[in-house]
């Protein structure tokens, strides 16, 4: 008489069932074990290339998809000694049958955690990268761990989506996805223009490297810090602290300022003063003017201060002077400093002031 182990069960012994139940028990009990030792295994293997980098950051990025992936490849390798009940294996909807739908979800579940492991991967070898880039001055280096890391999640997503095709659809379909590709290549770059532009666009950034993130930029109507460049597109911080999005292709195609590479900033100011100024008057603040620039550590020499040109009601007096690299509250003070010395030079020699523009 068989015994209740050997007693079958949806056309299976009680056996296979325990040993399921225990294979994934056990599995479930020592899965963190597993995913802790194999990613100090490839910690090991690239702490060569990054001593600045830590086990912990590791076992963060990829614990979690290594214990969903070793449940899963346990629960497949055991679920393989089954026999799939008959009397379960009906048929869904049109060819598909229980037994199908079910490989095709257990295929599912494990290209996902593939590709969550690679992801995770790629986010690991980027922070490697990120913390030898902080190690330079050069912005250029955090700039292509950005890029590598868009770019090769990109791929693995493109490929990725292939695999779930051809499992739930049948190699038959990518066959015929890949041959339309060839036929249709025409349409499909038609159609995609526009992302390939931007595309070809971010490696022309990354190559050419007419700005960098952290770069002060003017393109068209926008102005402001760049924070991001993706493979798509360049995420630009305003002065007014908007966050503006500028495809790489209208980066590479505009006239670009890149305000950050300049080396001094230029101020040009033109004064009208009434032509009842006397000639003696106004050469004494023409020369004000000129002490007062030199007088300004800021300032580089040579500064310009002429009288430029004279109208039928007004005198045009021309200052043109350069200084260094001074950001934001400091160049603004400066500003002020040489104006309100300019002001007090017209009222002490008491000028009257009828136009001023500032180029």
């Known amino acids: 008489m068989p015994s209740f182990l050997d007693q079958p069960l949806l056309g299976n012994p009680v056996r296979n069932y325990l040993i399921l139940v225990m294979v994934l028990l056990l599995v479930f009990s020592v899965k963190r074990y597993l995913s802790r030792g194999i990613a100090a295994i490839g910690f090991r293997l690239l702490k060569r290339w990054s001593p600045q980098i830590e086990r912990k950051e590791l076992a963060q990025l990829l614990i979690r998809p290594l214990e969903y992936f070793l449940l899963l490849l346990a629960f497949m390798l055991t679920i393989d000694h089954f026999r799939f009940p008959p009397e379960l294996d009906v048929t869904i909807y049109n060819q598909l049958t229980l037994k199908r739908l079910t490989g095709i979800l257990l295929e599912i579940a494990f290209c996902i955690c593939v590709i969550w492991i690679l992801l995770r991967f790629i986010d690991f070898i980027a922070l490697i990268l990120e913390k030898q880039a902080h190690l330079t001055p050069d912005m250029t280096d955090n700039q292509f761990v950005v890029f590598f890391r868009d770019f090769f999640k990109a791929i693995i997503f493109i490929m990725g989506a292939v695999v779930l095709i051809r499992v739930l659809f049948g190699p038959d379909l990518v066959n015929k996805l890949v041959t339309g590709l060839g036929i249709g290549a025409a349409a499909l ?27 002060f930029v003017k393109v068209d109507a926008y102005q402001g ?17 908007t966050f503006v999005t500028v495809p790489n292709k209208k980066m590479v195609d505009s006239i670009l300022d890149n305000l950050s590479l300049r080396t001094q900033q230029r101020v040009a100011m033109h004064l009208e003063l009434s032509t009842e100024t006397p000639a003696g008057s106004l050469l004494k603040v023409l020369q004000g003017i000129q002490q007062l620039l030199g007088n300004n550590s800021n300032v580089l020499p040579g500064f310009t201060v002429n009288l430029h040109d004279f109208h039928k009601d007004t005198y045009l007096v021309q200052i043109i002077y350069n200084t260094y690299i001074i950001e934001g509250n400091q160049y603004a003070a400066l500003r002020e400093t040489i104006n309100l010395g300019i002001i007090r030079l017209l009222e002490a020699e008491g000028v009257k002031l009828a136009k001023v523009t500032v180029g």
Request: hydrophobic share 45%.
């Open 225 to 241: 810090t760049v924070e991001k460049i993706g493979l798509r597109s360049t995420r630009i911080r305003t002065l007014e602290k």
């Open 189 to 215: 770059a038609l159609a995609a223009k526009e992302s390939i532009e931007n595309l070809i666009g971010s490696f022309i950034i990354f190559f050419d490297k007419p700005f960098r993130v952290g770069d």
